[in-house]
């Protein structure tokens, strides 16, 4: 009797270590054949430049091609469905940044959620935005700014990349949290609206580093304040400083269909991380004027449904609809 009790133990323990056997096959197996990753916007700009660095590094460690696919337009919403609908099986992946968390109320209807139907992976990369004025707006300072545009309501026009974009919530969030009244100009793009910016058709915008750091440089615009705090970024002071609690930020990382396996998600996470240790690629980010944004999938996870949050009473605050 004992000794079939203990052959029954042993059969039960057996069968419960199956699938875990399966899944580590399977990690061990990972990945067989070349794998793409969904890039939502149009190449050379810091998601694609991200994706494709570590691409290499994956391709390299794990002996199959990691190939980036650009799939712009809708706010990122292209490359997102098309990631959702893919198989869950690992080879397709997918960059998550801002557009994700803040279209998810920017939209009305959209044929996927994405934090219920994107896995986190990893994230990547985060950056500062950077606010900057005219060098013929008197302000020098974010107090002398705001001080100007409440002594002025309606008067001081504030550029962005487009109505939604993530330079343009950040500005809705200091007007929120200053108490001022700017009047948006949105553009199709960044650059053009730097370009208007330079040239004194509008005052105001926030930036990204990587767009603005030379006309900073140059002396073309001036610089005010960082969004967000970030180690060895400037000398620029940091906008909480001046409004408490004032916080935003361009953030890249990497996710995948619902229901991918979590043992692949466990490997490419940590091969991910892997990629992100190099030197070059640390170098790399901090000529965009960004930092590593290493972590777990539940780190990214959480950062994509707090930014979604934050975001979505911007929005609804502001009666926000996509252009």
Known sequence: MMLARRRFLRLGLAA???PSLRGAARAQAYPSRPVRILVGFAPAGAVDITARLVAQSLSEQLGQPFTVENRPGAGTNIATEAAVRSPPDGYTLVMVSPPAAINATLYEKLNFNAIRDIAPIASAIKMPFVLVVNPAVPAKTVPELIALAKANPGKIT??????GSGLHLSGELFKMMAG???VHV???GEALAITDLIAGQVQTMFGTTAVCNEHIKAGKVRALALTTAMEG???LPVMSEFLPGYESSFWTGFGAPRSTPPDVIEKLNRQINLALADPRIIARFADLGGAVLAGSPADFGKLIAG???KWGKVIRAAHIRPE
């Open 16 to 18: 419960a270590m199956v």
């Open 158 to 163: 504030m550029a962005s990349s487009g109505n």
């Open 180 to 182: 001022v009244d700017l």
């Open 186 to 188: 949105p553009y199709r």
């Open 233 to 235: 970024a400037t000398d």
């Open 307 to 309: 930014e979604t949050e």
